[in-house]
């Protein structure tokens, strides 16, 4: 169970009998930046999840994807678009575009070249939209695909795309602790598939996906959090956002619903299959513009 708290709206999961006291959580309303799949496909492979040999589905993928952008919208949130580049098909990933913290933008620099462009872009639409506070970095990382915000820490992976180098980077830049954590797995190769932030420093991981070292680092920061089990992760179940009380995740990571509606979260399921096929699903859709 996590420690006491104060929440508004309800949410009683079936099994918490009426003499036990209830589980409530706050959604707060949100801004998101996501880029359609218009031009989505598979023709090279820069992570283990994609195989060139598989065909796309773009309707498919298309469809999923708008399914994705109105939950959120239904949800109350506020969804922005960026428009696709025919030679980037990666760009529907739009988490690995930027951070964004306080009004401030942390640009992007891919590790590959086949996404590289899509860095520019990126800054370009938040110039054109008033932002002014923007650094464009010196080294590698590849936004919130390797960046993840707490409360209280910035939370870093490294291992196979960001650079540590890019941590001081981020750290100088927004003035917050940021914490680096090591990615073992290839299947994990961003820290958004590997862990996910529920509210404050509240948050789920997969442990086999870190060296032993950063487990324990998890281990003391977050002693309450949802540990998620093999079949999860590779269901890309850590792959999630949140808003605080809808926690909206890959539709196969079954294992995942009834310990979330344990802590009072209400899971909303999605299937974004199509786009698994490129490494990616809910939060790699998803980059969040935090005021």
């Known amino acids: ?41 598979v023709t090279y492979s820069i992570n283990p999840w ?38 980037l098909p990666d760009m529907v990933f739009a988490a690995n575009g930027a951070l964004v913290v ?5 640009g992007a620099r891919f590790a590959y070249p086949e996404r590289a462009g899509e860095a520019e872009i990126h800054l370009d639409w938040f110039r054109s939209h008033g932002y002014q506070d923007i650094h464009e970095p010196s080294h590698v990382n590849e936004g919130e695909g390797d960046f993840a915000v707490t409360a209280s820490y910035i939370l870093a992976g490294r291992g196979f795309r960001s650079s540590p180098l890019s941590h001081d980077e981020a750290q100088e830049f927004f003035g917050r602790p940021v914490i680096g ?6 299947r994990y ?25 950063s487990r324990g680092v998890l281990r003391r920061l977050f002693p309450d959090a949802l540990i998620a089990d ?14 605080g009380r809808h926690v909206v995740l890959p539709q196969a990571a079954t294992g995942l619903l009834a ?13 974004l299959g199509e786009l698994l096929k490129g490494g990616g699903s809910v939060k790699c859709c998803t980059q969040e513009l935090r005021p």
């Open 181 to 186: 954590l090591d990615l073992v797995d290839p």
């Open 230 to 243: 093999g079949p999860d992760a590779a269901a890309l179940g850590l792959n999630a956002v949140s808003d």
């Open 50 to 87: 994609m195989d060139p040999t598989k065909p796309v589905d773009l309707p498919l993928a298309h469809a999923q994807w708008e399914d994705l952008r109105d939950r959120y919208r239904a949800l109350g949130h506020t969804v922005e678009t960026l428009t696709p580049d025919p030679g």
């Open 189 to 213: 190769y961003h820290l958004d598939t590997a862990l996910s932030v529920l509210d404050g420093d509240e948050v789920m991981y997969y442990p086999d996906a870190f060296s032993p070292g």
């Open 1 to 41: 169970m996590v420690g006491e708290r104060r929440f508004s709206s309800a949410l009683v999961p079936s099994r918490v009998s009426r003499e036990e006291p209830s589980l409530r959580r706050d959604a707060t309303p949100r801004r998101y930046l996501m880029c359609p799949p218009a031009h989505f496909k």
């Open 102 to 106: 306080d009004g401030r933008v942390l």
């Open 259 to 271: 310990p979330l509606r344990d802590r009072g979260f209400e899971p909303v399921p999605m299937d």
